[in-house]
């Protein structure tokens, strides 16, 4: 079982700029192999966002928002963040943190949080 701490989300107005932080607790000497966010509008499929691993692959980044955002993974471990800029109205959604993943595509199908919601008006 993976436990989730995400903060981060917000109301902001296009253009500007939001950081989502999320730390995954598993256990203290366990690694993901990867970590990411994902996000959910209402009325809309899911969609993977950015994808970071602990096996040295590169971050992946979602079409819609590369240029844009950039996760990335600090001390403690398992503790990633996205920092998201130019935020756009099409990026209000709720987003998730997820954990032990292995499609991007589906990053539900491992563990994953509660969701942080951001909203951004235009």
């Known amino acids: 079982q993976v436990q989730f701490e995400e903060s981060g989300g917000g109301s902001v107005q296009s253009g500007e700029a939001l950081t989502l932080s999320c730390t995954a607790s598993?256990?203290?000497?366990?690694?993901?192999?990867?970590l990411g966010w994902f996000r959910q509008a209402p009325g809309k499929a899911r969609e993977g966002v950015a994808a970071?691993?602990?096996?040295?692959?590169?971050?992946w980044y979602a079409d819609s928002v590369k240029g844009r955002f950039t996760i990335s993974q600090h001390a403690p471990v398992n503790t990633i963040y996205l920092q998201m800029n130019n935020l756009t109205p099409e990026d209000t959604a709720t987003y998730y943190c997820a954990a032990d993943f292995v499609d991007t595509a589906h990053m539900e199908r491992g563990y994953w949080g509660e969701g942080t919601q951001v909203t951004v008006s235009s």
């Open positions: 970071i691993y602990s096996d040295g692959r590169p971050s």
């Open positions: 598993r256990s203290t000497t366990y690694t993901e192999n990867s």
